[in-house]
């Protein structure tokens, strides 16, 4: 009864959400999680790139700045020699610079938003992690209890066979059944440590051991479906990235009419020139000085190309908006069927249920120990406590799981 009645106390616990001394506790993982997750933090070093790339685009056009050099056969013909200097500007009727501004900025908007997004989803399939990892915890305890509880009822038959006072068939097979529940706490075990590595993957390399049995998730809005999906329209990052997208690609589509505007150039110059000193046409030396400005003849204005596919990037960029959006609602409407579904499964699991099969295991038990009931009624009560502890662990993770895939989709 000692064995038995030590899990049903920590089943108990678990659907209680107490919790349990030495275990990790929920929320110092999940600020783990968010700090120090490598795959995040380089995720992260997008924006930086991003904002670099805006202070880039403010750059103004360098000016040019040339010198020149000329003899005109002074040391034969003693025509002279030349030296200019000149410096030139160019600079778009268009104003480039500040649409190409622009589009750096929302850029960096949609990586902001992108990156949410990003966190989103780490912190739900963190949480998920969290939830399978308790659930395997939970499940190898059961596990181990059956093994142990075995064990003693094979101990128990091997001695009773080995005094006549027992059949030998019982000895046997009992031990088989020990070793056979020996090697489902064993696999158990193993899939809980695995979920605890998982769970230090996802914390950036943190260290756990034991994970607690607290009650993690808030609460689900006590609101209809259809105001879930406004809830979701105003929260989620990724219908932000389509609307910011739309955003860029009108200006990507600005930045374009902007480059077909003319680019004009400006220019000066100064020359200085030695003396002519040939005897036909001599010269005096002098200074020159020169302006212009230079206009490019934009036959290139002639080829639509480029504007048209910037207008059919607003175009894509506005039907995937819309696209986004009915995706959201579709998958907030799923995850409410699921998270409906999940929820009457968990009703049907109570701790109650865990008690009473706890407490046929050790009757079923106790009545074979005393030679009241055949081992097959007590296996039957073994297989029956651990499939009923498995299927109540089930729904209660997976109500866990169903919750935080709403609260994915609804963007909290």
């Known amino acids: 009864m000692k064995t038995t009645s030590k899990l049903s106390y920590a089943l108990t616990l678990l659907f209680m959400g107490v919790q349990l001394a030495g275990a990790q506790d929920y929320h110092e993982y999940m600020d783990a999680v968010e700090r120090q997750n490598a795959a995040y933090l380089a995720e992260r070093f997008q924006i930086d790139i991003a904002q670099a790339n805006t202070a880039a685009a403010s750059v103004f ?3 040019v700045l040339s010198i020149g050099y000329g003899n005109n056969q002074d040391w034969s013909l003693q025509m002279g020699q030349s030296v200019e ?4 500007y160019s600079f778009s009727l268009g104003n480039v610079r500040r649409a190409r501004i622009n589009v ?6 949609i990586t902001r938003a992108a990156i949410d997004d990003w966190l989103r989803n780490l912190k739900a399939d963190a949480t998920i992690a969290w939830i399978n990892a308790q659930e395997a915890g939970a499940l190898a305890e059961v596990k181990r209890s059956s093994y142990e509880s075995m064990r003693k009822v094979a101990d128990s038959d091997s001695t009773r066979a080995a005094l006549g006072d027992g ?3 019982d000895a046997k097979q009992s031990r088989i059944e020990s070793r056979a529940l020996y090697a489902d706490y064993l696999a158990a075990e193993a899939d809980y440590e695995n979920a605890l590595q998982e769970l230090s993957l996802y914390a950036g390399g943190l260290q756990i051991r034991e994970v607690s049995k ?3 998730l808030l609460p689900i809005p006590s609101s209809s479906p259809d105001e879930l ?3 979701a329209l105003d929260n989620r990052a990724d219908l932000r990235t389509a609307e910011l997208s739309r955003t860029l690609s009108k200006r990507n589509q600005a930045l374009v009419n902007a480059s077909r505007a003319p680019e004009i150039e400006l220019n000066a110059g100064y020359s200085y020139n030695t003396e002519v000193r040939n005897e036909i046409a001599p010269a005096p030396k002098f200074h020159g000085l020169s302006v212009g400005v230079a206009f490019p003849l934009k036959f290139s204005r002639y080829n639509k190309g480029e504007r048209q596919a910037a207008e059919m990037a607003v175009q894509q960029a506005e039907t995937a ?3 986004a959006q009915q995706q ?3 998958e907030v409407k799923q995850a409410w069927v699921s998270w409906q579904s999940a929820r009457k499964v968990a009703q049907e699991c109570s701790a109650s249920m865990l008690e009473d099969a706890g407490f046929i295991l050790e009757s079923r038990r106790t009545a074979y120990l005393q030679g009241d009931s055949s081992l097959l009624d007590y296996l039957m009560a073994v297989r029956v406590y651990n499939d009923t502890a498995e299927q109540c662990l089930a729904a209660r993770s997976g109500l866990a799981t169903a919750t935080a895939e709403l609260l994915r989709a609804i963007g909290l």
Request: hydrophobic fraction near 30%; charge should be negative.
């Open 104 to 109: 750096a900025r929302s850029e960096e908007e």
């Open 328 to 330: 959201i609602i579709s």
């Open 167 to 169: 059949s030998r068939i």
């Open 229 to 231: 999906v406004e809830l």
């Open 61 to 63: 056009n360098d000016p």
């Open 321 to 323: 908006y819309e696209a």
């Open 85 to 88: 200097t000149g410096i030139s």
């Open 214 to 216: 607290d009650d993690i």
